[in-house]
């Protein structure tokens, strides 16, 4: 009988369940990289172990380009190279924020912000912060941004300086005198 394309290890898991949506966004495993050391090779039955983790985890890193040392089996993989993968692929997925948006630390994805809650904060003369309020939840929520791409970051966030809000909030606009 022939094997099954699952023994035959054809099929991957999939990373995503087909009916899941991104609003119930399941939280994928952070591995701490700390516990690698920079300067050992591991084979794959030590990676497995050291993260408690499936053999075929490990074979799916090796598909999404984890490097081997060279192609001898068993696999050796560098404690500095599984280190640089792991960290690369947990900030891709941290960022996951569109231009317009700010990650919340509350839903735990990324959100718009509430119009008008957005503001900018230096932190030193290349660095600020882009503070909002989560249109979702409220939230409080920032993100790090650089000085010299404030003002496209007004442009992307809609951004409206205190004195345009005094305005737009205004209910009720001061009646002109008509001259006639
Ligand atoms: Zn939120």
């Not at 791409?149 to 009720?172: G, M, N, S």
């Amino acid at each position: 009988m022939r094997p099954t394309q699952r023994e035959r290890g054809l099929i991957d898991i999939p990373e995503k369940h087909p009916n899941q949506t991104s609003s119930m966004h399941k939280k994928k495993r952070t591995y701490n990289t700390r516990r690698i050391k920079r300067d050992i090779s591991y084979n794959m039955q030590e990676i497995s172990e050291l993260f408690g983790i499936h053999k075929n985890a490990v074979r799916n890193w090796f598909k999404a380009g984890l490097p081997k040392i060279d192609a001898r089996r068993p696999f050796m993989v560098h404690g500095s190279d599984l280190i640089e993968f792991l960290n690369n692929r947990q900030t891709k997925r941290k960022r996951k924020c569109k231009s317009d948006e700010l990650y919340c630390f509350r839903c735990r994805a990324p959100r718009k912000a509430k119009t008008g809650s957005i503001e900018f904060i230096p932190l030193s003369e290349t660095k600020l912060n882009i503070h909002g309020k989560c249109e979702e939840c409220g939230t409080s929520t920032y993100r790090a941004g650089s000085i010299k791409k404030r003002q496209e970051y007004e442009r992307i966030f809609a951004f409206v300086t205190l004195a345009e809000k005094h305005i737009t909030d205004r209910k009720h606009p001061p009646v002109n005198c008509h001259f006639i």
